[in-house]
């Protein structure tokens, strides 16, 4: 690991940044110069003064998505500022295009205001096919999308949230059908109730998760739990059906899934020991989970997925976010709906056959490249079914 950052640190240098603009038309002469530039540029101007819809048409912006952050909860730095986020927007950028041919663009933004936040962002919007929110903090970041979705017309989707929901669900049904349980029956311990945990909890449960238990610092999430923010007062009233209280270690005991979004080390082999037979368990916490693969296998967890690509069955928002917004770039989708979000779950976990199925082969990897098109294709045929298409 130290190795790795050394390199990157020096690569970064020699970098200098990792995307760039290149122009799509020649300037090599003055009648190139006319048409790229004045006088010949004012009639685009004019057709989309016309109608606002032309500038998908006459400009990049069907293909373009800003990638923004406010650089307050930047991988698992925590709030290091826009500034030192923007090597993160910037590779997230890189993916983008690398993996969708989508054309992304970073912007670091120096508040941390929600109000702020959502007016500077909707005044950026018409530059944009899509908006892509990235690090930040909880519970600010559901109020910001939120608000967000309400006025923009072009889709806005925070990845932190919903990439992550949308990949672990693609790994979990998978993992189900190795282990031979049913979504429906099976109990589901979910550590760390910020961005990702709130995000998976609703996904799950629409997936058909019914038996599912929050936890946060405090505990066990549960109604009536004094110094809940709204987030997490709504996820008790649809969470913890039999109403447990106490820690971590009492949620584990004969749950068939856990799944952290939390804290490194800080699930032993005793916890996983206690859980049913067959468990399935998802340290996601990054560079180092929860538990290490070795320590939750010697304890008898049967599938292990992390957020690490040095260890089987990465569990990698790269999975989702580019064919998303290609698809729904395609398709000038006015949002991002849940139906989008549900598809791409199934069309991932529907990329690795059952006769291919195993313990250490429940989700495409990173670099497969038939990944971008399928949950486009998966994101457009959602668009066209719930009307959310404008092409």
């Given at each position: 690991?130290?190795?790795?950052?050394?390199?990157?640190?020096?690569?970064?240098?020699?970098?200098?940044?990792?995307?760039?603009?290149?122009?799509?038309?020649?300037?090599?002469?003055?009648?190139?110069?006319?048409?790229?530039?004045?006088?010949?540029?004012?009639?685009?101007?004019?057709?989309?003064?016309?109608?606002?819809?032309?500038?998908?048409?006459?400009?990049?912006?069907?293909?373009?998505?800003?990638?923004?952050?406010?650089?307050?909860?930047?991988?698992?730095?925590?709030?290091?500022?826009?500034?030192?986020?923007?090597?993160?927007?910037?590779?997230?950028?890189?993916?983008?295009?690398?993996?969708?041919?989508?054309?992304?663009?970073?912007?670091?933004?120096?508040?941390?205001?929600?109000?702020?936040?959502?007016?500077?962002?909707?005044?950026?919007?018409?530059?944009?096919?899509?908006?892509?929110?990235?690090?930040?903090?909880?519970?600010?970041?559901?109020?910001?999308?939120?608000?967000?979705?309400?006025?923009?017309?072009?889709?806005?989707?925070?990845?932190?949230?919903?990439?992550?929901?949308?990949?672990?669900a693609a790994a979990l049904i998978n993992a189900l059908k190795v282990v031979k349980k049913d979504i429906s029956k099976v109990r589901v311990v979910i550590n760390g109730a910020g961005a990702a945990g709130c995000a998976i909890?609703?996904?799950?449960?629409?997936?058909?998760?019914?038996?599912?238990?929050?936890?946060?610092?405090?505990?066990?999430?549960?109604?009536?739990?004094?110094?809940?923010?709204?987030?997490?007062?709504?996820?008790?009233?649809?969470?913890?059906?039999?109403?447990?209280?106490?820690?971590?270690?009492?949620?584990?005991?004969?749950?068939?899934?856990?799944?952290?979004?939390?804290?490194?080390?800080?699930?032993?082999?005793?916890?996983?020991?206690?859980?049913?037979?067959?468990?399935?368990?998802?340290?996601?916490?990054?560079?180092?989970?929860?538990?290490?693969?070795?320590?939750?296998?010697?304890?008898?967890?049967?599938?292990?997925?992390?957020?690490?690509?040095?260890?089987?069955?990465?569990?990698?928002?790269?999975?989702?976010?580019?064919?998303?917004?290609?698809?729904?770039?395609?398709?000038?989708?006015?949002?991002?709906?849940?139906?989008?979000?549900?598809?791409?779950?199934?069309?991932?976990?529907?990329?690795?056959?059952?006769?291919?199925?195993?313990?250490?082969?429940?989700?495409?990897?990173?670099?497969?490249?038939?990944?971008?098109?399928?949950?486009?294709?998966?994101?457009?045929?959602?668009?066209?079914?719930?009307?959310?298409?404008?092409?």
């Open positions: 690991m130290e190795n790795i950052r050394e390199e990157s640190l020096k690569k970064h240098y020699e970098w200098k940044g990792k995307i760039e603009v290149v122009a799509r038309c020649s300037v090599n002469d003055r009648r190139d110069l006319s048409l790229a530039y004045t006088p010949g540029v004012a009639e685009p101007c004019l057709q989309i003064q016309a109608d606002p819809d032309k500038s998908y048409d006459l400009t990049r912006r069907s293909n373009l998505v800003a990638v923004i952050t406010d650089g307050s909860a930047v991988l698992g730095l925590g709030d290091i500022g826009p500034e030192a986020g923007m090597p993160v927007m910037e590779g997230k950028c890189a993916l983008f295009k690398a993996f969708a041919d989508v054309d992304a663009f970073p912007l670091c933004i120096r508040t941390q205001d929600v109000d702020e936040l959502v007016r500077t962002i909707y005044l950026l919007s018409g530059s944009f096919g899509g908006i892509n929110l990235e690090d930040i903090a909880a519970p600010r970041c559901f109020e910001i999308e939120e608000k967000l979705k309400a006025i923009c017309d072009v889709p806005v989707f925070h990845d932190d949230q919903h990439g992550t929901a949308i990949v672990l909890g609703k996904h799950l449960l629409t997936l058909g998760v019914r038996d599912l238990i929050m936890v946060d610092r405090f505990g066990i999430i549960c109604r009536g739990m004094e110094g809940l923010n709204e987030a997490h007062r709504a996820l008790a009233e649809i969470t913890n059906p039999r109403h447990l209280r106490g820690s971590l270690a009492d949620a584990m005991k004969d749950a068939d899934v856990f799944i952290g979004v939390s804290a490194p080390n800080i699930v032993s082999e005793e916890m996983v020991a206690s859980m049913a037979s067959d468990a399935i368990v998802f340290p996601m916490a990054n560079p180092t989970p929860e538990i290490m693969p070795d320590a939750a296998k010697r304890a008898g967890a049967r599938i292990v997925g992390t957020g690490r690509s040095d260890f089987p069955n990465q569990i990698n928002n790269v999975l989702a976010f580019p064919g998303i917004f290609r698809g729904a770039l395609d398709c000038r989708a006015t949002c991002i709906n849940e139906e989008m979000k549900i598809a791409t779950s199934y069309a991932l976990a529907a990329l690795i056959p059952d006769e291919e199925l195993s313990d250490e082969n429940i989700i495409p990897t990173a670099l497969d490249r038939r990944v971008a098109p399928a949950v486009a294709a998966a994101v457009i045929e959602a668009a066209h079914k719930t009307g959310v298409n404008r092409i």
